[in-house]
């Protein structure tokens, strides 16, 4: 494998799945802070790989290729982004790493349990023995409102966090995400299948709003829940969840998750409760928050970090980070297991009605 100590030489990634989220990962490649560059671009649908490739105007261009076999065959990249449908994140993951690959997995691990543990379990292995990194894109990690929430609260702004709320919301009327999904009243997307995601909101969107939740209270628990559903049509899995979460340092939460069709109220992202304050997220893709406490009775605005959608630049950075310094990623591949596990709790809940632990 090729030494990255000399910055002069470029790491070179493919990105594996030209769909949705590849519009924000393949620009923060290109923004990345050690030289890095998109070396293929594999779909199976290769009219998405051939457009995203035109839309790149660096040079050289980007291999197309068709399935992620070519693309290995050839093999002239070090690393792979990979971002596909939930069902198919343990195959082609190990797939990469049995080559020799660094990987970055979109979240989450995978669809189901057994192959969550199978997958880590795997990687462990493989990474150990080629020297190889295995990450999961999981960017709220990175979400710049978060990571600024937790140092305000490191520096005892609100006092004391004992409660929080949080809030993922969406509507596919109004989203940024809209246009991808206007069809699929008639027509499933894969994102909106059961089988293939895993679930529904629990263990797709809502992973982004649980993992706040741990960054500031710890680990959870135990969880109570409930889940329901705003159109069979569209989305097979549930499409709402609440649950009320009991952290293993005594603090509560409260979560909701929501994607609908129809139009909605906004609603902040996150309220952090502190024995002396507040710290309010919007619920804005595109950020803002508020504190409150003493100094700033009625609150000081927070605007200028960049909102969700910024947090995948420093995500991307991470990942060549622990390639080219050896360092380690802000989160291991086997800490997103636990959103999972805490989606996993919420679904016993709703089949027992009662609290659930979580593993």
């Known amino acids: 494998m090729r030494s990255f100590l000399d910055f002069e030489a470029m790491l070179r990634i493919a990105v594996i799945g030209c769909g949705l989220i590849s519009r924000f990962h393949i620009p923060a490649i290109q923004g990345c802070n050690i030289p890095t560059r998109i070396a293929a671009l594999v779909d199976t649908n290769i009219e998405k790989a051939e457009a995203a490739a035109a839309r790149l ?40 790493l049995h080559a020799g690959k660094h990987v970055l997995l979109e979240k989450p691990l995978a669809h189901t349990q057994d192959s969550c543990e199978r997958l880590l379990q795997a990687a462990e ?31 005892g702004k609100i006092g004391e966090l004992y409660y929080a709320k949080a809030h993922y919301w969406e509507s596919l009327m109004t989203s940024a995400f809209s246009d991808d999904y206007k069809d699929t009243p008639d027509k499933i997307d894969w994102k909106f299948d059961a ?30 829940g409930v889940t329901g ?28 998750g929501l994607v609908t069709q129809a139009a909605v109220n906004i609603r902040p992202f996150f309220r952090l409760f502190g024995q002396m304050g507040e710290i309010t997220i919007d619920g804005s893709f595109s950020g803002g928050m508020t504190l409150y406490n003493h100094e700033h009775p009625k609150g000081l605005a927070i605007t200028n970090l960049g909102g969700f959608l910024a947090s995948y630049q420093p995500e991307i950075d991470d990942f060549v980070s622990a390639i080219v310094n050896r360092s380690a990623p802000k989160a291991s591949a086997r800490h997103a297991l636990g959103e999972l596990e805490i989606a996993w709790a919420i679904y016993r809940s709703v089949e027992s009605k009662r609290w659930e632990k979580v593993n």
Request: proline content about 4%; some cysteine; glycine content about 6%.
């Open 57 to 96: 105007d660096s040079k050289p261009k980007p291999r197309v290729f068709g399935c992620v076999t070519e693309a290995l065959e050839w093999g002239e990249f070090e690393a792979t982004d990979v971002l596909l449908p939930h069902d198919l994140h343990e195959t082609v993951a190990l797939q990469c």
């Open 125 to 155: 292995e493989v990474t150990r023995e080629k020297a190889t990194v295995f990450m999961v894109a999981e960017n709220a990690q990175y979400w710049p409102e978060v990571v600024h929430a937790k140092q305000l609260v490191r520096e």
């Open 195 to 224: 089988k293939r995601v895993g679930g529904g909101v629990l263990v797709d969107g809502s992973t982004h709003w649980l993992r706040p939740l741990r960054m500031w209270m710890g680990e959870v628990e135990e969880v109570v």
């Open 229 to 256: 559903y705003d159109s069979h049509k569209a989305i097979q899995g549930e499409s709402m969840a609440n649950a009320l979460i009991r952290f293993k340092s005594g603090k509560c939460a409260e979560f909701e």
